[in-house]
């Protein structure tokens, strides 16, 4: 897809980070953004941002993990604007540091409701309509623990790897057909993902979130700008940061010793 002008295009966690950047830059190269994301108050805030800047869209406040209110949207964004040519899900949770052995039950169902059903049903429920175009790509957002594991994230990886497999194998199942399917891996991204985990403030939760942001070296300017990129080419898969691009190869290379790496510097206790 190399223009975007008069393309019509979903963007799901719209409301900051990658997601925020994508809707502006797409908005800016002539597409229309219909956008979702969880928190009301940050979506019109993005909304507002696209529309001052003379782009158009439209715009919906609910949890992606939610399958009757995706289809609704779905249903919506057709109804507006009569076609969907590019499906960005973006939205996604984190969770605090954590053994799976200690990772609350509930946690891990919401973890994976949103991160993976979210994607599952933000692409089935607009399959349909990008079918129909002479043109379309689905963006799915996987990330560097969907290419390796790390202790400690135990169930946001267990979806990042499943958006993963899923987005593959939906490529392979739409190969020849007019729509792309890409898997984007970001590495560590200056986002407010941490900063959201789900639950109270405190110490442990502040401390995560500014280690996090210390290694994070990507902006999600250029984040967003590395997807929009990846999409014009018509990448099946996208790496966002040189620690994305250094771990992708470490894996490929050294399947099994990488996680002796990794060991050394990432001790969960309570495994």
């Known amino acids: 897809m190399k223009s975007f002008q008069d393309k019509v295009v979903v963007i799901t966690g719209a409301g900051s980070g990658m997601g925020r950047e994508l809707a502006l830059q797409l908005s800016a190269l002539g597409a229309k953004v219909a956008l979702n994301d969880w928190n009301g108050e940050m979506l019109a805030q993005t909304l507002q941002a696209v529309e001052a800047a003379g782009g ?77 175009r002479p043109e379309a790509v689905v963006v799915n957002i996987s990330s560097i623990f969907g290419i390796i594991g790390y202790g400690g994230q ?11 497999g899923f ?3 939906l490529r392979q199942e739409l190969h020849g057909s007019s729509v792309t399917v890409t898997c984007v891996h970001p590495g560590g991204v200056k ?11 405190s110490p442990a939760k502040d401390k995560f979130a500014s280690n996090f942001e210390k290694i994070a070296r990507t902006t999600s300017e250029d984040a ?25 190869a470490v894996a490929r290379l050294f399947p099994t010793f990488y996680e002796r790496i990794l060991l050394r510097k990432n001790r969960v206790p309570g495994g």
């Open 56 to 132: 158009k869209g439209m715009a919906a406040t609910f949890d992606v993990g939610d399958q009757a209110a995706v289809f609704g949207f779905a249903e919506a964004v057709v109804a507006q604007y009569g076609q969907v040519d590019l499906v960005i899900n973006n939205a996604g949770i984190a969770m605090e540091r954590r053994s799976i052995a200690n990772t609350p039950m509930e946690e891990f169902e919401r973890v994976i409701r949103v991160n993976l059903w979210g994607v599952i049903y933000g692409t089935l429920a607009f399959l349909p309509h990008l079918k129909a």
């Open 154 to 164: 135990g169930a946001y990886s267990t979806t990042k790897f499943g958006v993963r």
């Open 167 to 169: 987005t593959e194998t």
């Open 191 to 201: 986002t407010g993902i941490i900063r959201n985990i789900p639950g109270e403030a």
């Open 224 to 248: 967003a700008k590395t997807i929009i990129q990846g999409i014009q080419n018509k990448r099946p898969r996208v790496l966002i940061g040189n620690d994305a691009r250094l771990m992708d």
